[in-house]
């Protein structure tokens, strides 16, 4: 679509819009007091935070180091993409896994204020480039992204408090549309790169092993630091979850500002979530079964 036909040039302008619409679904169905009771879980916070932030850039830089050899932009796009935790779509498959999702949200401006500040670290001492950041535009962004669709979800929670008929509504479509809403951003997502992806497939090819092995490891080590630390299902489907889903806009846009005459760093930015995503749905998929199989109340 985005490479033979008009849609490819509107593309980029629905997914964030889609993910506004998607995210308004999950916050409708948080309460904001247990937001609070998130902030207070040293166990959580401390182990994401270690796992985002120390464990996953040195993993990055070994598979980087191993996997792709000679090949100095797709390095530092593919570091760039695993510094930089999700800071919006981890959500919906959190929601999807059953985790918990006001404690994966009270994590989230952690998440983004830390990688903010590390990530010029990170180009200097893991790709070997220090470049410019301009905070401003990702805090904006962030903002926008997030700010919006939280606050439209309280007031549509305001409403319904005393309408029974549009609370019974939103409850049974906000899980229903939040899944099509992603579905949507995905697919404006490729379509928006159609042409830079079909122009270069050999990255998609080079980054699908360093891509896929991150994955695997880190969801088998969480699942074991989830145990080791007696996680319950759901917060250990959150903590999975935090330090699986990485946010390429936030690094996309650094990529942009910091190697302007480096069009592979940004390329590689864009493929990461096309494995990304997909693979995400597939271990949402993977954790519910494992739910199941454990009996968890709520099954």
């Not at 998607?22 to 401390?46: H, N, T, Y």
């Not at 120390?54 to 993409?81: E, N, S, T």
Request: glycine fraction near 6%; aromatic fraction near 10%.
């Amino acid at each position: 679509m985005g490479r033979y036909t008009p849609v490819g040039e509107v593309a980029a302008k629905m997914v964030q819009p889609c993910l506004m619409l998607m995210l308004l679904g999950v916050f409708w169905e948080i309460e904001l007091k247990d937001l609070k009771k998130g902030f207070r879980d040293i166990k959580f916070a401390g182990t994401s935070l270690f796992l985002n932030f120390v464990w996953i850039p040195f993993l990055g830089y070994i598979l980087a180091k191993l996997l792709l050899p000679g090949q100095l932009d797709l390095r530092i796009g593919f570091i760039m993409l695993l510094v930089t935790p999700c800071t919006d779509w981890y959500l919906i498959f959190t929601a999807m896994a059953k985790g918990n999702v006001p404690l994966s949200a009270s994590i989230l401006p952690l998440n983004l204020i830390i990688q903010l500040v590390l990530l010029p670290v990170y180009l200097w001492l893991l790709g070997g480039l220090f470049g410019g950041v301009e905070p401003i535009k990702i805090i904006t962004a962030a903002i926008t992204v997030l700010i919006i669709p939280l606050a439209g979800a309280r007031i549509l929670v305001y409403l319904s408090r005393s309408q029974p008929k549009l609370k019974s509504v939103l409850k049974w479509s906000t899980a229903r549309l939040r899944f099509w809403y992603l579905c949507l951003a995905v697919t404006f997502m490729f379509a928006s790169e159609g042409r830079h992806i079909t122009e270069r497939p050999d990255v998609l090819i080079r980054l699908l092993a360093p891509v896929l092995l991150f994955f695997c490891l880190n969801f088998i080590l969480v699942r074991i630091v989830g145990d080791l630390l007696k996680f319950s299902y759901q917060d250990s489907v959150s903590l999975s979850l935090t330090t699986l889903a990485r946010n390429s806009p936030v690094a996309l846009t650094v990529a942009a500002s910091a190697f302007p005459d480096r069009p592979l760093v940004a390329l590689a930015l864009i493929i990461g979530p096309l494995i990304e995503l997909p693979v995400l749905g597939c271990l949402a998929k993977i954790l519910l079964w494992l739910g199941k199989k454990r009996k968890i109340e709520g099954f």
